[in-house]
């Protein structure tokens, strides 16, 4: 009943494109890491990007090459929905501000746990930015104990973490699909 579909950084896991799970003319697919990595740049210059998982590999890309940031990725073995294992890839975070990039947060555990293992790896500081910013529970309580200071999202679910406007890019696409 409808031709377009326009979302923020799909969780797709089994998929490739949204166009596999919403068959329509136009599927168009924005991301939050651009204007993220926007605000990384100004808050934290040459910040160290890191995703807590090689899901996450795409967004921190997108964000580093905009940049010119160094990234990596953790490996994540998830034990269930509350528990998983993280291993930090080979990186020298040692005096430097890393932030942990991806696109959603909802207990904060898998980010909490990357944070605590970069700050026992030396990282001066750990911040977090997210797209979608789900944050269940004491999600937020959990990361700032395990060490992370500032935590940004973009406003595509309202919190007060929101740092990031998607107004423009949503309005852009729009137009977009509306000139056909």
């Given at each position: 009943l409808f031709d377009a579909v326009i979302?923020?950084?799909?969780?797709?896991?089994?998929?490739?494109?949204?166009?596999?799970?919403?068959?329509?003319?136009?599927?168009?697919?924005?991301?939050?890491?651009e204007p993220l990595a926007d605000l990384i740049a100004?808050?934290?210059?040459?910040a160290f990007l890191v995703g807590p998982d090689g899901e996450s590999a795409q967004w921190i890309a997108q964000a580093a090459t905009?940049?010119?940031f160094d990234h990596a990725v953790c490996t994540k073995v998830r034990h269930g929905d509350r528990h998983v294992a993280i291993?930090?890839?080979?990186?020298?975070?040692?005096?430097?501000?890393?932030?942990?990039?991806?696109?959603?947060?909802s207990t904060g555990r898998t980010l909490a746990l990357a944070a605590r293992l970069l700050l026992?790896?030396?990282?001066?500081?750990?911040?977090v930015a997210v797209t979608h910013a789900l944050f269940a529970g004491n999600a937020l309580q959990v990361l700032h104990e395990a060490g992370v200071g500032e935590v940004w999202s973009?406003?595509?679910?309202?919190?007060?973490s929101?740092?990031?406007?998607?107004?423009?890019?949503?309005?852009?696409?729009?137009?977009?699909v509306l000139r056909g």
């Open positions: 979302t923020v950084d799909p969780h797709l896991h089994r998929i490739d494109r949204l166009e596999q799970a919403i068959p329509v003319p136009q599927a168009v697919v924005l991301s939050g890491a100004q808050r934290r210059p040459n905009r940049h010119g291993e930090l890839p080979a990186l020298n975070a040692q005096g430097r501000a890393v932030v942990l990039l991806d696109d959603m947060a026992q790896a030396g990282a001066a500081s750990v911040d973009t406003d595509c679910i309202p919190h007060p929101n740092a990031v406007a998607m107004a423009g890019p949503l309005a852009a696409a729009v137009q977009s």
